[in-house]
């Protein structure tokens, strides 16, 4: 299988989020950010966590959640999409949207079959799309809902939704996906450990 459809995420797109008005990064064989300090690199980094991580308790960022969801989602039209290849070398996206400031900045969830595509997010004179309209063009592509435990289900092969199954942390044993989080935390983060954490992820991982 060539790296262009090896299983995970290929792309990640964030509309009107964190310090993006819009970015666009797609993964080859390895990806390179370069930039001056404070351009946003570490925070497009760590947005990997809304795919992998199902608890936000869990996830790791430089400031606390709520503040975190704030920086990344202060709009109702505040999106972060995941384009990724399936177990099985399908297309399916995963993406999360903001409800901004009168929605308590909460996340919703949501996942569609296909590849991302500017124009279901952004019209012809370069306006973000409300989350209405966003839906309606994706209604032809299976487009649902998803709670945190669904988008996880999706990670591990095991949603009930089989076209949005993504199969990308095939697990052995699915009651192993929190250690598996803590593994992903912390190589993601691997500069912010201390010896003792260094040394507890790479007993982890042997």
């Keep these: ?60 960022f430089s400031r606390s959640i709520e503040e975190t969801k704030r920086y990344y989602f202060k709009h109702n039209t505040s999106y972060i999409l995941f384009e990724c290849v399936s177990a099985d070398g399908r297309f399916v996206t995963i993406g999360l949207r903001g409800t901004g400031q009168i929605g308590g900045y909460g996340i919703d969830r949501f996942g569609y079959v296909g590849s991302f595509k500017k124009s279901d997010f952004i019209d012809d004179e370069s306006r973000v799309l409300d989350f209405d309209d966003v839906k309606a063009n994706l209604s032809g592509k299976e487009f649902k809902l998803m709670s945190a435990k669904d988008v996880r289900d999706s990670l591990l092969g095991d949603s009930s939704a089989k076209n949005l199954s993504l199969g990308i942390v095939p697990l052995q044993d699915a009651g ?31």
């Design 176 to 206: 192993r996906y929190k250690d598996f989080v803590e593994l992903f935390k912390n190589i993601l983060h691997l500069s912010d450990l201390g010896q003792q954490e260094i040394k507890d992820t790479l007993l982890s991982i042997n």
């Design 1 to 60: 299988m060539n790296n262009a459809m090896m299983p995970g995420p290929k792309r990640i797109v964030l509309i009107r989020a964190g310090q993006y008005d819009y970015a666009d990064i797609s993964f080859g064989k390895s990806a390179h950010l370069v930039g001056r300090n404070n351009v946003g690199k570490t925070s497009l980094i760590s947005v990997l966590q809304f795919l992998y991580i199902d608890d936000e308790r869990r996830m790791h």
